[in-house]
């Protein structure tokens, strides 16, 4: 059970190589925001979200190479191998994601995404001032990462939704914190790598601080049980909590299990971020949940 499980994560976990999981985690989680606001979105939000986070992710590619190391990771490797159809590929996206935006968006909600859209190209600035500086900046990747891609999946549903369904701040602050486990516990298991590779971000630097912020996870999920159980999610938003619960309790599983080593629990988690939340939502289209 244990093989076939670690088999069938790691098969597609080489989406991880292509940063597509990560396009798939902020649409799935986009729909999930969708359904916990009652709204109802259209392809191009989900197609246009979708081809910024890659734009976003893969442009890491750009910084990398430019370090001074003799170890790379997979997706770093394939880039260097494939420089001009990985350039030709992110510049033909770029301008399908802005003009697709401009043609189909209404002109108030396209300025309304120019701040995300200069907040993204600041992160990119900076991850470039790291990787030359060799100097990690004190708001720290996982911050900045976790808070840019929780705003974006956030963007289309608020924009669509009624001003009465925005009354309550949960929707955002949970799904940060969602994000930001993740990049917390992708950075504690990268840790010996980053290390080795002269790329350590500022709280891989402050190990007890990552360490701290990664045993959040059990607070949060006694939390979120509790919260279920008493019946106060229906005010917070109980179909939101229970896929956060679900997420918390998977990465607190992949905290305990020793059949992966650390570099397949990275690839692992990205794969539960979309899998999970559209494996909830299947199960609720077909009445189960």
Known sequence: MRFRLKKGFLRIAVLNDFSLDAPLVAVAWQVVIAKSLSVTLDAHHHLILGISVWLCYSADRFSEPRQVVAMSSRRYEIYKKHKFVFLVIWVTLLLLAL???????????????????????????????????????????????????ALGCFF???YESSPEAMNSSMTIVVLFYLLFINCVSVSRWELANDHRRGSLSFLQRTPKLLTALSRTKLLA???????????????????????????????????????????????VIDQGYWVLPLLMLSLDHAGLF
């Open 156 to 158: 289309f549903p608020a």
């Open 221 to 267: 999920a006694l939390a979120l049980g509790v919260v279920l159980a008493s019946g106060m999610s229906i005010c917070l938003g109980t179909f939101l909590l229970a896929h956060a619960l679900t997420i918390v309790v998977f990465v607190l599983w992949l905290d305990e299990i020793s059949f992966l080593d650390e570099d397949e629990k990275r690839k």
């Open 99 to 149: 003009s697709l935006s401009f043609v189909v968006l209404p002109l108030d909600c396209f300025f309304w995404g120019v701040p995300l859209f200069v907040l993204s190209v600041a992160n990119l600035a900076l991850c470039l001032r790291e990787s030359h500086s060799g100097i990690p900046s004190p708001v720290f990747k996982e911050l900045r990462t976790a808070g840019i891609l």
